[in-house]
Structures are given as C-alpha cells and as structure tokens.
C-alpha cells in the first residue's frame, strides 16, 4: 500500500484546506523554521489513529486544532484525509474492495474524534487495524521524530530502554500487563 494523498483542513498550522499529492519516489518537504514540515508528520501519524497528545506535542488532542494566530480566529475542528493506494488489494479483509483508501479523521471540539473509511464510519481500533499488519501505523518506528535521535543518545539507559521497547512495539504488552495486574 503506498500514500498517494495527504488532506489537511484546520489541522494544526494548516487552517486553510491543503491538499498535498504523494508521488512514487522520495519526497522531501523543504522550508523555513516554524513553516510546518513537522506538523504534516503528525497529521499522516494522527490520521492513522495516534492517540497520544504528547507524540502531537500537544497537551491535550484538541491541540490539533487550528488555535488562531494574528488576525485569524480559532477552528473548531481539524480533519486530515490519508489516500492510499490499494490497487494491488494488500488491504486487510473488510477493507479491501477499492482501489483507493481514504480514511479520514476528524476531531470537533468538545466532541472527540470520528473517523471514516471511504466515507462510511469506522471504528479508531478498525483504522489502527488497517496498519497492522503493515510496517506503518501510528506507533511505526519508521516515522523518527525530530530529536529523536538525539534523545536516544542522550537518554539514560532507562530512558533509552523505554524508546526501543516502543520502536519493537513491546511496550503495550507492558500496558496491558498492568492493567492485568490491577484487576
Ligand atoms: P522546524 O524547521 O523548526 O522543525 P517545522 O517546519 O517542523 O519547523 P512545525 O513544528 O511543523 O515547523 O510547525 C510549528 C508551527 O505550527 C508553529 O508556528 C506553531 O505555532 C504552529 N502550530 C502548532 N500547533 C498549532 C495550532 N493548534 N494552531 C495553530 N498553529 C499551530
Ligand atoms: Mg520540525
């Protein structure tokens, strides 16, 4: 499955609608500081079901959420649209009837977020779903945040213990041990 579209509205610093084509190949996104580059990379991790305001940089998830600046007012909502292409049908069962993904989230203040699959209502389990079985997804250790790096070699080994357990995708078995442990 490749990302052939990236939709943006009120996400973020893109409060007007954006609509950013993928190409085959590499893509490099250029621009000054403070443009946005890393917000369309949480917007493709958002959109694939991230739930964590903190990997948002953000406190809460309506952060995401276009919050004014200068002379333009707040939104009251955010909505990215990921387009995948699934020509060669490498979706999972269930989704796997188009050519073409597009699955959209949606956060409206003090409502949450919903999300959509071909403009029919799916569950945020049934999107993190989609990328299971594939090497991406919200939690992949193939988007490398900035600083990432840096903190990984600065990190005390405990620290630095608890970032490969995320990047080898163990640290929910952590989680639900926990919460095991607790009842
Ligand atoms: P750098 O080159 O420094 O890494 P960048 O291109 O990655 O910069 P981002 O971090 O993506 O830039 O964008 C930061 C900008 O996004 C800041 O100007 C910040 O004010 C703006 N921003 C972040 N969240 C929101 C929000 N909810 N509403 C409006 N603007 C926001
Ligand atoms: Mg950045």
Request: proline residues 3%; charged residues 30%.
């Amino acid at each position: 499955m490749r990302f052939t579209r990236l939709r943006l509205n009120g996400f973020k610093s893109f409060v007007d609608p954006t609509d950013l084509v993928i190409r085959d190949g590499l893509t490099g996104v250029v621009g000054p500081n403070g443009c946005g580059k890393s917000n369309l990379l949480e917007a493709l991790r958002w959109v694939m079901g991230e739930n964590r305001a903190s990997a948002m940089r953000g406190d809460g998830m309506e952060d995401v959420i276009f919050n004014g600046s200068g002379k333009r007012g707040a939104r009251n909502f955010a909505e990215v649209v990921l387009q995948l292409d699934n020509s060669e049908r490498l979706a999972p069962a269930g989704f796997n009837d188009a050519d073409t993904l597009d699955i959209t989230r949606r956060i409206t203040r003090d409502a949450g977020s919903a999300y959509k699959l071909n403009g029919k209502d799916v569950r945020a389990r049934d999107v993190q779903m989609l990328f299971a079985d594939a090497s991406t997804g919200a939690h992949s250790p193939a988007l490398v945040r900035q600083g990432q790096i840096s903190e990984l070699i600065n990190a005390r080994p405990k620290a630095r213990r608890r970032i490969l357990e995320e990047a080898a995708g163990i640290s929910g078995l952590y989680q639900r041990r926990h919460e095991a442990e607790l009842k």
